[in-house]
Nanobody, 120 residues
């Protein structure tokens, strides 16, 4: 009974910026790693960025230096700041989180996605 909801997607021009947010809610005991993945037409879903509870970050090579992931543990949210956007960044972006619920089960949860479109 856990939900992840993304927000902040939209249309921007090449070189622009966008901020995505994701909020986890429900029967949550603990959230370990949170992250973002994306899927463009004709491509496989790919990892974008991840951030564990205790610090540190991981980025795909394609976004390193342009995107920044952060989290607010008090609010159970994760944010993806996207800068210097390229048309190749156009995709549906999905939030995911490794969560232990209040009954003790640990599972990976996914949001339904938010569309990001970068125009040329």
């Amino acid at each position: 009974q856990v939900q992840l909801v993304e927000s902040g997607g939209g249309l921007v021009q090449t070189g622009g910026s966008l901020r995505l947010s994701c909020a986890a809610s429900g029967s949550i005991f603990a959230i370990y790693t949170m992250g973002w993945s994306r899927q463009a037409p004709g491509k496989q879903r790919e990892f974008v960025a991840g951030i564990p509870w205790g610090g540190g970050t991981n980025y795909a090579d394609s976004v390193k230096g342009r995107f920044t992931i952060s989290r607010d543990n008090a609010k159970n949210t994760v944010t993806l700041e996207m800068n210097s956007l390229k048309p190749e960044d156009t995709a549906v972006y999905y939030c995911n989180a490794d969560i232990r619920d209040r009954l003790g089960s640990r599972s990976e949860y996914w949001g339904q996605g938010t569309q990001v479109t970068v125009s040329t």
